[in-house]
């Protein structure tokens, strides 16, 4: 297989660092081999005749040529070792099967409501969550399972909250398009597109604060907000765009582009639609990666997340993906093209990877089969765990409403309401 | 130790009120003669309405104390001259915000002030002024204008361990952070099941203010206060300015403050030592037996200007400011009601679906067995505050109206 960067597009403004050799490797722009499906629009080749003066900390370096420039082996050397490679394949098919799972608890009626699936986009979660550490954040959207799963959540805790126990990871509070973890660092989880981005920025903001306000030296700890190509029609995608580069914030953008904003093309809702080019105008590195190749991900992944840990402030990385099935279990998805569908279909993730495995003899059939079931077993058991899970009493109703729960003020007899014992029973009416 | 209305510059004036409308909230505190012995651990006093004194939270010593004084100054006392050999030290409202501030920063470095014009320009209302120079510019963060990102930004670093106070430089541009209020800063701590705590002050200053025009006359208390899972206070002089600032930074939950333009250079004496007030309490203004007049912020003072006239004509108003518009105090407006059977209720929000219409059915559900008449509530029009100076006073409650409606209420 082909090393992972040949397909890597970057937004540059070459008046200054860029070397001689990026040059003869201009823009890819999409074409027959790699296109950018469903464009209609003739994409001009970026030339590089820019002279845009800007400060020199919006400059922007080609990802290839530092790749390139670690690996000098003349031989095409792999990307991962058989360990991380295996690590990988597990995520994304825990990732995968969850999905699937969810479809079929959905459809026996465990779970209710809006419910968003992630299939066919396990790289980009795999790919950039598994380069974190515990303290790293990640924040996402309403299509969150497989981001809490990748950044460490059991998948019991996921599918409680799926089916609304009690011991959900919320509680049962929150709901598929609530996914928090303080443990694993996982700040949701939002219903509105656009509202986790400056939330992700905050969380940054304390990052860099504690580096250079509370003086702990070591803390590097980088943010990664995810969302679509819908949100990047926003103005809050906007406007933290500005804030992080302004700032240098710790913190990587990561555009899940899938193409469609529930039955909404991409195309029909952007005036231009290569949304990499927008970091630039922010000043900050804008890249583009087949986002179904889980091992360009993360080559990509690993240059950005570097770049914010050593305080050089946020990357747009926008990763051309698709997702398998509709918006959401209510999407009749009507509007795709089967041919657009199938087109995608062919690069399914998890088929490229365990191609690669196998093809550079990292690993063979049967350990991924084995894989595969110890997936299966664990959602098995992940389902038989909410199953029996309790429901929220009606005791949890007031519980969590307020941190300080003396927020609900005092009563007619002078206590404090939460001290009144309908509050513990859940009856009172606040 | 009179509050009076000092009144600087054409930029904010001082109130329609009279200069001579002088009331002595400094004699709420005990009096400084007692001596404080201070117990292990505890740094700070809490100063209640009432008058007592305590160094913990524990609600069951509140109710021990009486009401000390009468709080109109018809037997006013000492002229600012004299003041200096008196405890405390007297500052202007925004200036006692500024003192809180500056006192929580410097108690925990985890504070943090973000907004426009913060840091740099000192606040448009100075309340941050010499922040930035001594905090530095990442403590105090000058934003970009957008406000729903870096209201977002600071819900965000809230949630990771940071203690965030955002500014709006006028409360009606939190309209334009609305979605981060509602959805992120009142329900992030629900939907997580707890996991993240919000402790962000989200402050500024709101309400009518002098030919302003209509969209910088905002009172965004009425639009915020069916979010679940915040606090709304509203400070109205000096010493509750800094006590509330206080209490709100060091509150657990998610507070909005509420400050009012017109407000700012009001001067009082305050006391030296450390003391915040209570979020969920009212205040007791002026204790009465007629009539219960409940209030907050501008419009009290337009109350206790009513109250001198009513005084006069033989009423004997009680004026509550009510100080936590989220949630209300209960008791405190229930033990007034349940004495004086009448209510009126003066704010300066509109008449639709305003602070005052949740209070008038709040105590209307809880109290209402005691109630020897309806409950008035006087607002302003539901009309865009105009720039014209005669439309605007007409669309706010004026003294007059106030003495009209209590002359009414106790026929």
């Known amino acids: ?430 | 130790m009179a509050t009076s209305f000092h009144g600087v510059g054409a930029a904010v004036a001082a109130l329609s009120s009279s200069p001579s409308n002088s009331f002595d909230s400094k004699k709420l505190l005990c009096s400084p003669r007692r001596s404080f012995p201070v117990r292990k651990g505890a740094s700070f006093v809490v100063a209640r309405s009432d008058g007592s004194v305590n160094f913990d939270l524990n609600p069951k010593a509140r109710r021990a104390q009486q009401l000390i004084v009468n709080a109109v100054a018809t037997k006013s006392d000492s002229s600012p001259a004299s003041s200096s050999s008196k405890p405390g030290h007297e500052l202007l409202l925004f200036e006692a915000l500024r003192e809180g501030l500056e006192e929580e920063m410097d108690r925990d470095p985890r504070v943090c002030v973000m907004g426009e014009d913060v840091g740099h320009y000192g606040g448009s209302y100075k309340v941050t002024r010499g922040l930035a120079e001594k905090f530095g510019d990442l403590r105090v963060l000058d934003t970009p204008i957008a406000e729903n990102s870096f209201t977002g930004m600071g819900i965000g670093a809230a949630m990771t361990g940071l203690r965030p106070v955002v500014e709006g430089m006028n409360m009606g541009f939190l309209l334009l952070a609305f979605n981060q209020i509602s959805n992120n800063c009142g329900m992030l701590h629900y939907t997580s099941g707890g996991q993240f705590t919000i402790p962000i002050v989200i402050r500024g200053p709101g309400g009518v203010g002098r030919q302003l025009g209509a969209e910088h006359s905002q009172r965004l208390e009425s639009y915020f206060q069916s979010i679940p899972g915040i606090q709304m206070v509203a400070c109205s002089t000096p010493y509750n300015a800094k006590g509330l600032m206080k209490a709100a930074i060091r509150s657990e939950n998610p507070v909005i403050l509420f400050e009012h333009v017109l407000l700012y250079n009001l001067k009082e004496r305050i006391p030296d030592e450390d003391y915040i007030c209570n979020l969920e309490e009212a205040e007791m203004v002026r204790p009465g037996e007629h009539v219960t007049i409940l209030t907050y912020s501008r419009m009290r003072y337009h109350v206790m200007q009513a109250a001198k006239t009513l005084v006069n004509k033989g009423y004997d108003p009680e004026v509550i400011d009510i100080r936590s518009l989220k949630p209300f105090d209960l008791h405190t407006i229930g033990n007034s009601v349940k004495k004086t059977h009448r209510v009126l209720i003066v704010e300066e929000c509109m008449r639709t679906g305003g602070i005052g219409a949740s209070l008038t059915a709040a105590v209307t559900e809880n109290f209402h067995d005691y109630l020897d008449a309806p409950i008035m509530c006087l607002s302003s029009q539901d009309v865009p505050t105009p720039y014209a100076g005669t439309l605007e006073e007409w669309t706010v409650v004026q003294p007059a109206q106030i003495v009209t409606a209590v002359e009414q209420l106790c026929k």
Request: with cysteine; net charge neutral; hydrophobic share 40%.
């Open chain 1, 1 to 430: 297989m082909a090393s992972a960067f040949s397909a890597t597009k970057f937004a540059a403004h070459p008046f200054n660092t860029i070397s001689p050799t990026s040059q003869n490797k201009p823009l890819k722009i999409p074409t027959a081999a790699s296109p950018f499906l469903g464009s209609t629009r003739k994409l001009l080749r970026l030339t590089s005749q820019l002279n845009l003066s800007r400060r020199s900390s919006g400059s922007v370096f080609a990802v290839s040529d530092v790749v390139k420039e670690k690996k000098p082996t003349p031989t095409p050397s792999l990307l991962i070792t058989k360990g991380e490679g295996l690590v990988l394949y597990e995520d994304m098919v825990l990732g995968r099967a969850f999905e699937d799972m969810c479809a079929q608890m959905y459809y026996r009626g465990k779970m209710f409501g809006f419910v968003h699936l992630y299939n066919g986009q396990e790289a980009v979660s795999t790919g950039f969550i598994k380069l974190l550490k515990q303290q790293d954040s990640v924040v996402s959207t309403y299509r969150d399972h497989v981001h809490a799963l990748s950044k460490g959540v059991p998948a019991r805790a996921v599918m409680s909250e799926l089916f609304g126990k009690t011991t959900g990871c919320c509680r049962g509070q929150g709901g598929s398009m609530h996914m928090f973890s303080s443990e694993h660092n996982v700040i949701g989880g939002f219903a509105f597109i656009g509202e986790g981005i400056p939330v992700a920025t905050g969380a940054a903001f304390t990052s860099k604060y504690k580096r250079e306000v509370l003086k702990e030296a070591d803390c590097d700890h980088v943010t990664l907000a995810f969302f679509g190509d819908g949100t990047c029609n926003n103005g809050q995608f906007y406007e933290c765009l500005n804030m992080a580069a302004l700032w240098k914030l710790p913190i990587v953008f990561v555009v899940e582009n899938n193409l469609w904003a529930i039955g909404m093309s991409h195309l029909r809702a952007t005036s231009d639609p290569e949304i990499y080019k927008k970091g630039p105008a922010f000043g900050m590195p804008g890249v583009h990666v087949d986002g179904m190749d889980v091992l360009k991900v993360r080559e990509v992944a690993k240059e950005a997340i570097a770049r914010a840990r050593r305080g050089e402030g946020p990357t747009l990385v926008e990763c051309e993906t698709y997702r398998f099935r509709g918006h959401s279990l209510a999407d009749p998805d009507e509007l795709r093209d089967p041919a657009e569908k199938a087109h995608y279909a062919a690069r399914d993730p998890i088929a490229a990877l365990k191609k690669y495995l196998i093809e550079n003899n990292l690993s063979g059939e049967a350990e991924l089969k084995a894989i595969d079931k110890k997936i299966d077993e664990l959602l098995e058991d992940a389902v038989e765990f909410a199953d029996e899970s309790p429901l929220p009493p009606r005791s949890q109703l007031l519980e969590n409403v307020f941190a300080d729960p003396k927020g609900f003020g005092i009563g007619p007899d002078g206590r404090y309401r939460c001290e009144d014992p309908k509050f513990t029973e859940g009856t009172a009416h606040v």
